[in-house]
């Protein structure tokens, strides 16, 4: 727990735990760590099941009310860490595209072209470091949309390292996705507060 009151709690959520609200999933684990199995735990935004990292959750729904309207109008922060293999054509900029989900596969896809269900999604990104085939890179999602950032970068044939969805390549680790950034408002007192946690010290972070 990196910070808890009355009105949200803010977490690092392992990888393979569920953001949702359900038996081990975060708001599930949250109650087990205040010690109440009735609380009043909300999720308002998530983490793929693969992806750990910072996560805040409300605690009423008024905070989750709040909290949806910040990341709805774009001044919720939310900044990622990922190694990717190979390297973006340049050192910083923004990836923009047209996703599609196919919910039978449950998979996101690049439409090329607008339609029913297609979406725009766009985050910016820099590299942070290089060392052979590896880049690690920062990444601020504009857009929320399901496996944005590792579609994205799949569809450009940088996948994430460790991603089993899109792509071919069988690396030995879990997926190299990181939430290392939130900064938001508090939903009553209105104070920006930001919150950070470095991925752990394991191959491929340690790799790059």
Not at 147 to 164: D, K, M, N, T, Y
Not at 170 to 197: K, Q
Request: hydrophobic share 40%; with cysteine.
């Amino acid at each position: 727990m990196l910070y808890l009151d009355d009105q949200i709690a803010v977490c690092v959520k392992p990888p393979r735990v569920l953001s949702t609200d359900e038996p081990g999933g975060m708001p599930d684990l949250v109650r087990q760590t205040l010690g109440d199995p009735w609380a009043d735990v909300r999720t308002v935004h998530r983490l793929d099941r693969v992806v750990g990292g910072v996560m805040v959750l409300a605690r009423n729904a008024e905070a989750a009310a709040e909290l949806s309207r910040q990341i709805r109008e774009g001044s919720f922060e939310k900044r990622y860490l990922a190694v990717i293999h190979g390297q973006p054509e340049q050192d910083a900029g923004f990836l923009r595209d047209l996703l599609g989900r196919d919910k039978a596969r449950k998979m996101t896809f690049v439409a090329e072209a607008p339609g029913k269900g297609i979406q725009e999604a766009v985050l910016s990104y820099r590299v942070l470091n290089k060392a052979g085939d590896l880049s690690r890179v920062e990444v601020t999602l504009l857009t929320g949309r399901t496996h944005q950032i590792r579609v994205q970068f799949a569809s450009r044939g940088q996948p994430l390292v460790g991603e089993r969805k899109y792509s071919t390549l069988n690396d030995p680790c879990e997926i190299a996705l990181w939430s290392c950034l939130l900064r938001f408002r508090h939903p009553v007192t209105g104070e920006e507060l930001t919150f950070t946690r470095l991925p752990p010290e394991e191959y491929p972070w340690t790799a790059v």
